[in-house]
């Protein structure tokens, strides 16, 4: 990405010649390279993604947007021009309008941005990966999917009040995810993931590990009976249900009727007081933390669930504006300016009746990963039917299921939480620890 300072004195005067008072522009450049390994061939991908999005308010104070990948004077001229057109056309209510957070400082936590390791050594490392893992167990055949990545991201946002922001950070992965066959018996699988700054951080020989050992604890299947069991969620599917009823803490969710809040549901008891979720930007885990959204708001700590307590949504400067709260650094920027979470952190909160323990409790499922969210997943009613990975426990021996579906109600979930675990895994969308739930509807197939 050009220099953002000359970006943002081609935009001041590239307005000021066509007369626009008020604009701003969100850009990123996103450099990736990323192999995958089929039986010991590699497969490389590399792409350098670069856009920016403009937004210009006319006179009237209605509002038009555009989009160009071409950041030199003439795109932005370009782009200022269509913008300024376009905002003829823009909506009349609720106009999107700069965040009240824009130009405060944030403290500048500078990250030189990682060294980029060579592709030949991508593949070199993914491909002993690869045959590390098929060496592990005899039943272990293909490693269907996997993949090493290294990512440099640059972004910035500016705006005609004399809003800068900018910053830069590299991540790089790794991936593994291994499948079985043995004569007469159904394929197993089992999966892992690593996240550091670079490549050379990365904890492959782990990865290979819990891989393997994951796979390898699914080799000697059951059945199970149908019925209702006590359920304990692995870090990884415990975050994968707060993200796929995460409608529940977005402001632009509830005021687009597309939630299980309302409005005034702030204070209202959601869950066990066992349990708090914040969403935590800035969390020390969180490997590509980004210290400002899309409309130059600040991110921070937000603290979604406390001690089971509803406590805050998460808001972009429109919706803050609207439910007279503050924005809370979760916008993207766009024509309609849509909300997501940053990084969840689950923690357990209160003191619990009874400590559990998987290696003292009997006939508890251990669920490790779910499956077809998208399908499974009704949203707006709260319901879940979902397949997953697993195994039943009695007193430590774990005994794989073979398959089998959970089923319920997200709030009811929620409530009926009555332990969570002390020690939290990092995940791809957060750190959370291991969360025990009363009883839950599992189908044995």
């Known amino acids: 990405m050009s220099n953002i300072q000359e970006i943002a004195t081609y935009a001041q005067e590239n307005a000021a010649k066509l007369g626009i008072k008020k604009f701003d522009i ?12 089929d039986q010991g ?38 782009a200022l021009k269509t913008a300024y057109e376009a905002s003829f056309f823009g909506v009349k209510e609720n106009v999107p309008d700069f965040s009240p957070e824009a130009t405060i400082p ?131 599917a415990f975050l994968s249900l707060i993200g796929a009823f ?54 921070r700590q937000i603290k979604l669930i406390e001690k089971g307590i509803l406590t805050s949504f998460l808001h972009s400067a429109g919706t803050a504006k609207r439910l007279n709260a503050q924005p809370t650094g979760n916008a993207s920027i766009g024509a309609k300016v849509s909300v997501s979470p940053n990084f969840y952190h689950v923690f357990a909160a209160g003191t619990p009746e009874q400590e559990l323990s998987l290696e003292t409790a009997e006939n508890v499922i251990l669920i490790d990963d779910l499956q077809a969210l998208h399908a499974g997943v009704k949203a707006l009613q709260g319901s879940f039917s979902l397949p997953f990975d697993g195994w039943l426990i009695n007193k430590g021996e774990k005994t794989s299921i073979e398959s089998a579906t959970v089923a319920g109600d997200f709030l009811e979930l929620l409530k009926s939480i009555v332990y969570v675990e002390k020690e939290v895994e990092l995940t791809p969308g957060g750190v959370a620890p291991r969360v025990w739930v009363s009883e839950l509807s599992i189908t044995g197939d």
């Not at 969100?26 to 390994?37: F, I």
């Not at 060294?115 to 050594?121: I, N, Y």
Request: net charge negative.
């Open 26 to 37: 969100y850009g990123s450049t996103v450099d990736d390279t990323s192999v995958q390994v």
């Open 41 to 78: 061939e590699p497969k490389l991908k590399a792409s350098n993604r670069s856009g920016v999005t403009v937004r210009v308010w006319n006179e009237e104070n209605t509002m038009g947007v555009t989009s160009t990948t071409d950041v030199d004077a003439k795109g932005l001229e370009l």
């Open 106 to 236: 944030i403290p500048n936590t500078h990250k030189e941005k990682a060294l980029q390791a060579p592709v030949s050594e991508l593949i070199e490392k993914l491909l002993v990966a690869e045959k590390e893992l098929l060496a592990t167990h005899p039943a272990i055949t293909s490693v269907p999917y996997n993949g090493l990545a290294q990512r440099d991201i640059d972004r910035f946002y500016l705006n005609s009040d004399g809003a800068v922001r900018t910053e830069s950070h590299s991540l790089a992965s790794v991936y593994l995810y291994s499948k079985t066959e043995e004569e007469g018996k159904k394929p197993r699988s089992g999966g892992a993931y690593r996240v550091k700054e670079s490549v050379a951080e990365l904890d492959i020989a782990g990865c290979i590990k819990e891989t393997a050992e994951k796979t390898i604890s699914h080799l000697h299947y059951e059945k199970i009976k149908t019925g209702k069991y006590q359920v304990v969620f692995s870090p990884e």
């Open 246 to 299: 995460s409608n529940l803490f977005n402001a632009q969710s509830i005021l687009d009727n597309q939630s299980l809040s309302k409005t005034d549901d702030i204070g209202k008891e959601l869950a066990s007081p066992l349990l708090s979720v914040y969403d935590d930007a800035l969390h020390p885990a969180n490997i590509g933390a980004e210290s400002f959204d899309g409309e130059g708001t600040p991110t």
